[in-house]
Antibody
């Protein structure tokens, strides 16, 4: 079955770095764009980043632009989120999500979600 | 990238219909037919309920429907059931080639 499994979360000090991974299975990973979405404790969803199916284009929320980098390795069916210069406000559950449409070129819809990995930024 | 505006909460009795609004701008909701809705139960990942303003993914009940007028999109749930109690989020593509979510609406089934 279609599955996404995030990993790499943890506790990090402000200003630190963390790399999240998302292992995909059950679908042709290289044919779909992928998203990262986060949810701070007790808060709503926040779209973070999107990468096209072939990695050719990447899009970011203003809140993370210049600090976070989304990437993918289609040979390993894995999505990544490199997070640098972390702040307290980056504390959240981070979800990876598959885009609904094959080879979609912009971020639109997320039809399969992982269970999330928790990132806590605290001294 | 300001969040879309949703009511914080709505409620209804079993069997009734409710509507959740989602207001944006001409740079997001009003400018594109790329509005979606997600359902999230406590402690769970979100689930896509509506995309392209009014289309339902396979497996989603036809009690869920979506529409849009100008800068405001709406989600209607008819024949309310206890299992519909959850948080609901709207989302839209934006002119900055990004995504944006609404603040979320807590649906209570009385």
């Amino acid at each position: 079955q279609v599955q996404l499994v995030e990993s790499g979360g943890g506790v990090v000090q402000p200003g630190g770095s963390l790399r999240l991974s998302c292992a995909a299975s059950g679908f042709t990973f290289s044919s779909y764009g992928m998203h990262w979405v986060r949810q701070a404790p007790g808060k709503g969803l926040e779209w973070v980043a999107f990468i096209r199916y072939d990695g050719s284009n990447k899009y970011y929320a203003d809140s993370v632009k210049g600090r976070f980098t989304i990437s993918r390795d289609n040979s390993k069916n894995t999505l990544y989120l490199q997070m640098n210069s972390l702040r307290a406000e980056d504390t959240a559950v981070y979800y990876c999500a598959k885009d609904l449409k094959v080879q979609d070129y912009v971020p639109r819809y997320m039809d399969v979600w992982g269970k999330g990995t928790t990132v806590t930024v605290s001294s | 990238q300001s969040a879309l505006t949703q009511p914080a909460s709505v409620s209804g009795s079993p069997g009734q219909s409710i509507t959740i609004s989602c207001t944006g701008t001409s740079s997001d909701v009003g400018g594109y037919n790329y509005v979606s809705w997600y359902q999230q139960h406590p402690g769970k990942a979100p689930k896509l309920m509506i995309y392209d303003v009014s289309k339902r993914p396979s497996g989603v009940s036809n009690r869920f429907s979506g529409s849009k007028s100008g800068n405001t999109a709406s989600l209607t749930i008819s024949g309310l059931q206890a299992e519909d109690e959850a948080d609901y989020y709207c989302s839209s593509y934006t002119s900055s080639s990004t995504g944006v979510f609404g603040g979320g609406t807590k649906l209570t089934v009385l």
